[in-house]
Nanobody, 120 residues
Framework: EVHVVESGGGLVQAGGSLRLSCTAS????????IGWFRQAPGKERVGISC????????YYADSVKGRFTISSDNAKNTVYLQMNRLKPEDTAVYYC?????????????WGQGTQVTVSS
């Protein structure tokens, strides 16, 4: 079973920054796509970013494009989400999902989530 752990959430003022980390207990980390999703209270979980190790592609939802940057360190089995210019609308529980293959489908293993709260 793949074990996935997120970290780095917290409370930050609007305009501030956080860096989230996602670490997965897998071999051949470069065969997986790692996605970041978020869920605000009473709302659906939505995908916001993805990095695909097999082909190196990245994805950003329009809501975070230009503010968030996803990157990976395959040697550490870790993906990062640098979150800049945070807005109150970014407040949510952020989840990491690990899928075998090129696409972030949310059909593989999930972490427990990390809370991000942005105050106005």
């Amino acid at each position: 079973e793949v074990h996935v752990v997120e970290s780095g959430g917290g409370l930050v003022q609007a305009g501030g920054s956080l860096r989230l980390s996602c670490t997965a207990s897998v071999f051949h980390f470069d065969e997986y796509a790692i996605g970041w999703f978020r869920q605000a209270p009473g709302k659906e979980r939505v995908g916001i970013s993805c990095i695909s190790s097999p082909d190196g592609s990245t994805y950003y939802a329009d809501s975070v494009k230009g503010r968030f940057t996803i990157s990976s360190d395959n040697a550490k089995n870790t993906v990062y989400l640098q979150m800049n210019r945070l807005k109150p609308e970014d407040t949510a529980v952020y989840y990491c999902a690990v899928d075998l293959g090129r696409q972030c489908l949310g059909e593989g293993s999930w972490g427990q989530g990390t809370q991000v709260t942005v105050s106005s």
